[in-house]
T-cell receptor
Framework: QKEVEQDPGPLSVPEGAIVSLNCTYSNSAFQYFMWYRQYSRKGPELLMYTYSSGNKEDGRFTAQVDKSSKYISLFIRDSQPSDSATYLCAIKSNYQLIWGAGTKLIIKP | DVKVTQSSRYLVKRTGEKVFLECVQDMDHENMFWYRQDPGLGLRLIYFSYDVKMKEKGDIPEGYSVSREKKERFSLILESASTNQTSMYLC???????????????FGPGTRLTVL
């Protein structure tokens, strides 16, 4: 079993829809959870991070961690075509990050 | 504006060639990383360096070596390229790791390497 599991998609939704992206992880000791966004032909960029459990909101984006279920989510409200990208979850483990496979998201105008 | 640059965006090499990929960061970061990214597999760590001349193996170091002679520069070397090393290679840097911090990694644009 991989330490971090993420469905690679693609996930295609119409503009304006609420998007839910998810990852599961195996080690209950993890504390820092991140979402990176990667546009085509670019490197990933940090979108949001969360420490321990709970929610964090930034504009249209909400990151959520459920440590009891070992489940992390990224919600995008009022999705826009410019949100089309690959979204990677990453979890800090000692000195490195453990990455999900990345979900390719397509927002159709 | 923080910046990580990689020497080439696209490279085509032949099996058995020695390949050098270079990465430079201008943020005075201690940590530098080399990853490869393949569809459905996410980012896999090849090597990591936390200081000049220091290196640590990641998850998939076989067939690769690295060099860090200056703080800002981290090179990835494929001693004898093989077709299964065709991939996207991403370099990243971050501040020295702290247990009480998420330690954001900053990425370059990637090098798409094709080995024929």
């Amino acid at each position: 079993q991989k330490e971090v599991e993420q469905d690679p998609g693609p996930l295609s939704v119409p503009e304006g829809a609420i998007v839910s992206l998810n990852c599961t992880y195996s080690n209950s000791a993890f504390q820092y959870f991140m979402w990176y966004r990667q546009y085509s032909r670019k490197g990933p960029e940090l979108l949001m991070y969360t420490y321990s459990s709970g929610n964090k909101e930034d504009g249209r984006f909400t990151a959520q961690v459920d440590k009891s279920s070992k489940y992390i989510s990224l919600f995008i409200r009022d999705s826009q075509p410019s949100d089309s990208a690959t979204y990677l979850c990453a979890i800090k483990s000692n000195y490195q990050l453990i990455w999900g496979a990345g979900t390719k998201l397509i927002i159709k105008p | 504006d923080v910046k990580v640059t990689q020497s080439s965006r696209y490279l085509v090499k032949r099996t058995g060639e020695k390949v050098f990929l270079e990465c430079v960061q201008d943020m005075d970061h201690e940590n530098m990383f080399w990853y490869r990214q393949d569809p459905g597999l996410g980012l896999r760590l090849i090597y990591f360096s936390y200081d000049v001349k220091m290196k640590e193996k990641g998850d998939i170091p076989e067939g690769y070596s690295v060099s860090r002679e200056k703080k800002e520069r981290f090179s990835l070397i494929l001693e004898s390229a093989s077709t299964n090393q065709t991939s996207m290679y991403l370099c990243a840097s971050s501040l020295l790791t702290r247990t009480d911090h998420y330690n954001e990694q900053f990425f370059g644009p990637g090098t798409r390497l094709t080995v024929l």
